[in-house]
């Protein structure tokens, strides 16, 4: 079930593509805002949600709620949301253009975009920021409580105030910097932010350090649709899709990797976050932290007293390396960007005549949209 989940998250990757398509370029960061502030707005309630119908009824009816909103979404999906190319333009084909094996190779279309330096560039960002982000997600919560001592109301708390942030950080700041400052500079103020709130959660030993990290950790949700934003104005019309896969594909591996870091220097500086164990509990400041069975050592334990948090620091160090690769993005683009709707719609126009050329089929006349049809723009 892990992996079919993991194979549909390519949904994100459709829905910023299906943005590109139908918004200026001007709109396109205001728009990719609004998608990830309706997701994280999503992540605040859900969980509640579906505790408090875990309580009152059983985890089956939660499984099932769940199902039904994912087919209701399908449904909706077809009835009404519309295609992005407009009808006129779209292939009279029951199966669309005709699509040669070397065209479905995903290998030769990773190969094709990989020869862009700009989406390369935003793709090691990517890995390097999203890396220290993916790890602090798994583990963070249960780290509030074992080590900084929250208890589960402040946790739910601090996820509810953290996620209504991130909408207001997405939808209200995101725009306003991506008018003043551009794109490539908006994604590295979001990557400072993430930078100084990896580095606080690493070194801070009080609740109020936690909760003042928690407004820079919303601060710097506007890292990734900046980078989305950019992605798509950088990208050819036809490689939206394959552009956001790949942005979005790393942001996957670092789901897998993340963790994983995570826990191995957890275990390096003898810290264990099992909720379960029955090991030593030490007090830093105000805080336990639940250690392993073991040996104690002087120098752990000082070391315990300054850095609380040590994957975080490992975080914030990766993010700093991010910077310094997301600097020497270029801000302007060898292809020529996606101006508006009306050339990325030309630009699928001249690549269906030149398939239909290719297969031997007659154009009697270009796919071009007359003045009477720019209302469906």
């Known amino acids: 079930m892990i992996s079919i989940s993991g194979v549909f998250a390519v949904t994100f990757s459709v829905v910023f593509a299906y943005v590109a398509d139908v918004t200026e370029e001007s709109e396109r960061s205001a728009a990719y805002g609004l998608v990830s502030a309706t997701f994280a707005a999503s992540l605040v309630t859900s969980p509640a949600l579906g505790a408090y119908i875990s309580q009152t009824y ?10 039904a909103v994912a087919i209701l979404d399908v449904l909706f999906i077809l009835v009404a949301v519309p295609e992005s190319l407009p009808e006129k333009i779209r292939p009279t084909s029951q199966w669309g253009v005709p699509i040669s094996w070397e065209q479905a190779d995903p290998f030769v279309a990773l190969r094709q975009i990989g020869r862009d330096y700009t989406i390369l560039m935003l793709c090691v ?3 390097l920021s999203y890396l220290g982000e993916a790890g602090q997600y798994s583990c963070f919560f249960v780290y509030l409580q074992l080590v900084m001592g929250f208890s589960a109301e402040a946790v739910a708390t601090f996820i509810a105030v953290v996620g209504i942030l991130s909408v207001v950080a997405q939808t209200a700041v995101l725009g306003l910097l991506m008018r003043s400052i551009g794109s490539k500079r908006t994604i590295l103020v979001g990557l400072v932010f993430e930078m100084l709130q990896l580095a606080w959660y690493g ?4 609740h109020w350090m936690m909760w003042a990290a928690g407004i820079l950790a919303a601060l710097s949700s506007i890292t990734y649709p900046a980078i989305s934003s950019f992605a798509s104005t950088h990208a050819d019309p036809d490689k939206q899709g394959l552009a956001q896969g790949m942005i979005t594909g790393i942001r996957g591996l670092c789901n897998g990797l993340g963790p994983a870091v995570y826990g191995l220097i957890f275990y390096i500086f003898h810290v264990d976050l099992e909720v379960t164990g029955d090991g030593h509990i030490d007090t830093i400041g105000n805080a336990t932290v639940h250690l392993e069975k ?3 050592d002087p120098a752990w334990d000082l070391v315990r007293q300054f850095i609380p948090g040590p994957p975080f620091v490992f975080g914030s160090f990766l993010v700093i390396c991010a910077i310094m690769v997301a600097f020497f993005i270029p801000e302007s683009n060898i292809a020529k960007p996606t101006n508006s709707k009306r050339n990325s719609f030309e630009h699928s126009i001249e690549m269906y005549d030149e398939c239909r050329k290719r297969e031997g089929i007659t154009v009697e006349s270009p796919l071009m949209l007359g003045e009477d049809d720019s209302g469906i723009l």
Do not use: I, M, N
């Open 294 to 296: 073991q040996e104690r």
């Open 125 to 127: 960002t990517v890995f």
């Open 203 to 206: 070194f801070g030993s009080q």
């Open 58 to 67: 059983s985890e089956d009816v939660v499984v099932a709620l769940a199902t």
